[in-house]
């Protein structure tokens, strides 16, 4: 018995070693159009294994060039498709360069920021008191989520001012319309158990 971990390396391991035996007999083969019905007859099942990708854009050109690369490129055929070229499979994808702008504060996050400055050109009134309140309750939760202890008032007052600098600031009404917000999100443990006796209630 030949294990498969003393065969050949194969390519492309996610086809498996059927597939992959199907284009070593592709090789040996001599007559051209013989060789290239053996070709389709290996694409057609190649798709078949992945029919969920039927309708992705360029699948049947990838799956040629995955024959391509399964035949170490010297399966003398004609391609219906420009295949990929072996010197290709080497390149690196050029690098992406991080974002160099600095976060006061990580636990906020760089959106934070980004609201408090919006908040910052609303005009004065009732639609900015809203968004602050809205701003300091989610800097509350940020912290919470890294400091497990309770979060003072106070510290997210001076976060939201240094990170503002210093155009917003927590006011006595800011507090308010934050413990507004949090009621309004509340709800009872015992409206669920109410709804459901409500529901079990037999009818006669």
Known sequence: MQYNTQQKRMPLPEYGRSIQNMVDHALTVEDRAERQRCANTIINIMGNMFPHLRDVPDFKHKLWDHLA???DFKLDIDYPYEVIRKDNL?????????PATRIHYRHYGR???????????????????????LICNHMKKDFMAWNKDTVDDRKIADDLYELSEGKLQMTDDIIRLMATRLNQNYRPKNNYQNNRSNNQRKKY
């Open 69 to 71: 690369i399964m035949s």
């Open 90 to 98: 080497i390149t690196k994808p050029d690098s992406i360069n991080y």
């Open 111 to 133: 959106t934070l920021e980004v609201l408090i400055r919006k908040a910052c050109e609303f005009p004065e009134g009732d639609e900015k008191r809203n968004l602050v309140a």
